[in-house]
């Protein structure tokens, strides 16, 4: 890890940035390579505590490095940069020092791809600190990783942070956890959770930093079903009582969402009161139940995205991610500030961050991946800063609706459906593209493979099918033990939906994604040969009970004994389900042309579950192209990969449904 003396020109991050306008064409002109290149700037960017700078992530050299810019002279500095890794998740500790880590940007867990770690640096790019070794460097000095998750910053002028580690409960079942008081000058922790109620795996700290509530993770014996214990103290000299405890097989889990600043309120999220979607709860401690329900929605789990203002000392609102995010502001200062930005720039998604006299303005649109802007609250002046995408500034993108369409049993699915810009919606191919988990969902906003179909004249339909996660308790279990069942159903009554209104050419679809969207791929292609004419499955589950039974994979483990169990089947008693369910096992039943890829280094989908299918699939006489991402993991990191995989699936797709495939 290095650190990068000052640069001097604002002008090396902004160049090239977009800036300037281009004329306006048809999305099928942007070359491919344009929807899968590194974007110019990474993530958000984070404004200082005082609202004087702005930390960016911007590449160099293949790399994203952490660059500081001074809202007042405009002037750049980058100030931490390394050959072979991305900086990431940078966070001010005070107005003059950041802490960031490192990544090699893969959808892997940080730790299972040798990143992580924790780095300090001054604004300036001076006092560069080690104070976690990333997994590499802790492997190649024989020591084990001690990976610390930051908690909150002590605030002030302090140079110090609140973070939590489980050094000392490596041997629980779900690990156990302390909090330290970490000095990013010194590197030196402090413990502070002396008298720990055992087994936490979340904490919450009140505005005076005290550690007041603590959230315990434990694996009943006998059952093997895994409990949440939350705990509350008075004070820091005050013992711990219980306050609430729920299996997570029931989904009446407290998430701890933070103390308003009269440190004796508790925020909590959850589905209380017979609640099937979550809301944000005052918590009543009289009895120990979830009181006041502040926020809501009717068709969103809403447990988290309570909004703080550290600052000015308020709770100033909550961000429900329904379908498209939204912000609710009890503030009205925040709501004001709302306004006039979105009047500012009309028909834009609009969010900021505000800080003293600078608010920070990130907008979004159909055309627009993503530009910044700089809003001075006392002038009321509103500059460009910079763009996120420029290679894609005045290009022509599709735009992402948001739908709904009833399942065969009832079931309302929500789902996105892109559509080619400038076309009439008729008779359109369509590739339905799956999203992974299945405990999981898609999210609205940019997404580079969506783009590109839909640039090149296909439809693409994101269904939320069950089990998907974020909808409520009832559409999130409907899909347990329903691989290959009913979930599979979801995305054929979609399709079938889109056929029915003429959207959509029955003749020319294809299905595509990636791990359980893979799976979904190669189970479609089993369960309904003559809807889909190609399949794309990259780092895909192909046989369910392989999630059990592969020992080297990470999704071994007390989670996937016990809820795992319940969600996907358990080996011990559900051998029917699992050869019903089998990918693998129904292969004969695959009539279509598939495109597999996998990483050579994925844990969480180890590659045995792409070459058991190819081989299978090659046995019987199917077309099957294979693909190995040489060091990747559960998905590409590297741009050339997303690159070549882009093209990959643009090539392979238009051969089956492009307008020379044969009907």
């Known amino acids: ?9 604002l002008a090396l991050l902004l160049t090239g940035a977009g800036m300037h306008t281009c004329p306006a064409h048809a999305g099928e002109t942007i070359p491919i390579a344009d929807f899968f290149k590194k974007s110019e700037f990474s993530g958000s960017p984070v404004l200082s505590p ?12 293949g790399r994203f490095v952490l660059a500081i810019i001074n809202l007042e002279t405009r002037a750049s500095t980058v100030v931490a940069s390394d050959p072979d890794w991305d900086v990431a998740s940078p966070l001010w500790v005070n107005n003059q020092r950041l802490v960031f880590s490192i990544s090699k940007g893969s959808s892997e867990v940080m730790e299972k791809q040798t990143g992580g770690g ?6 300036d ?42 050094e000392r409960g490596r041997g629980a079942d779900l690990g156990a956890s302390d909090v330290f008081r970490l000095d990013t000058t010194t590197g030196r922790k402090t413990l502070l959770t002396f008298h720990n109620p055992g087994a936490v795996s979340s904490w919450q700290l009140d505005h005076a930093n005290v550690i007041r509530v603590a959230s315990a993770l434990t694996v009943e014996p006998g059952s093997k079903r895994i409990k949440q214990t939350v705990y509350h103290r008075e004070s820091e000299s005050a013992p711990w009582k219980s306050i609430h405890q729920a299996y997570l097989d029931e989904g009446k889990e407290m998430t701890l969402l933070g103390f308003d600043f009269d440190n004796k309120t508790l925020f909590v999220g959850g589905r209380f009161n017979g609640r099937d979607k979550a809301g944000v709860h005052i918590w009543n401690f009289a009895d120990n139940s979830a009181g006041e329900l502040i926020a809501e929605d009717a068709q969103a789990d809403v447990d988290d995205g ?47 961050q505000w800080r003293g006299d600078h608010a920070v303005v990130t907008a979004t649109s159909v055309n627009n991946v993503g530009k910044v802007y700089l809003f001075d609250t006392h002038k009321k ?43 009439p919606a008729k008779a ?3 590739v339905a593209y799956i999203h992974g988990g299945p405990h999981a969902r898609d999210h609205f906003g940019y997404d580079g493979l969506t783009q590109m179909l839909a640039s090149r004249g296909y439809a693409v339909l ?44 029955r003749k020319r679809v294809c299905i595509i994604g990636a791990s359980y969207g893979g799976y979904a791929t190669m189970y479609g292609l089993v369960k309904n040969p003559d809807l889909y004419k190609c399949g794309i499955n990259w780092v895909g589950v192909t046989d369910v009970k392989m999630l059990f039974t592969v020992n080297w994979s990470d999704m071994s483990g007390p989670v996937m004994d016990d809820i795992g169990s319940k969600m996907h089947g358990d080996p011990k008693t559900d051998e029917a389900y699992f050869q019903k369910a089998s990918a693998i096992g129904n292969a004969a039943s695959i009539k279509a042309p598939v495109l597999m890829a996998y990483g050579s280094e994925d844990v969480r989908v180890p590659l045995i579950h792409g070459e058991k299918m190819r081989d299978q699939l090659r046995k019987q006489g199917n077309t099957v192209e294979w693909m190995v991402m040489t060091g990747e993991g559960h998905g590409w990191a590297k741009e050339s990969n997303q690159i070549l995989w882009g093209e990959s699936v643009f090539r392979f797709i238009d051969r089956y449904i492009g307008p020379g495939a044969a009907r």
């Open 306 to 352: 309570l909004l703080f203002d550290v600052a000015r000392k308020k709770i100033i609102g909550v961000q429900v991610d329904g379908m498209k995010t939204t912000k609710h502001y009890f503030d009205p200062e925040y709501a004001r500030l709302q306004a006039s930005l979105n009047a500012s720039l009309p028909n834009e998604e609009v969010n900021f």
């Open 125 to 166: 790019g001076s006092a560069f600190r080690i104070l976690v070794a990333s997994v590499k460097d802790a492997i190649s000095t024989g020591k084990p990783y001690k990976p610390v998750r930051v908690l909150k910053r002590v605030g002030d002028d302090s140079n110090d942070l609140i973070v939590s580690n489980n």
């Open 118 to 123: 924790l780095f300090a640096v001054n604004r």
């Open 50 to 61: 005082d609202g004087q700078n702005l930390a960016v992530l911007t590449p160099r050299n």
């Open 1 to 9: 890890m290095k650190h990068t003396p000052t640069l001097t020109l």
């Open 381 to 423: 002046t509103l500059e460009s800063l910079y763009s996120m995408q420029p290679l894609l500034d005045g290009k022509k993108l599709s735009e992402q609706k948001v739908i709904s369409y009833q399942a065969r049993d009832g079931l309302n699915i929500p789902a996105y459906l892109t559509l080619p810009q400038g076309r």
């Open 462 to 505: 994101q269904p939320q099918f069950r089990m998907s996660t974020g909808f409520g308790w009832k559409h999130h279990t409907a899909g347990w033990k329903q691989w290959g069942l009913a979930m599979q159903d979801d995305i054929t009554d979609g399709i079938e939906d889109l056929v029915k209104q003429g959207i959509v050419d």
């Open 428 to 430: 359109l191919p369509l």
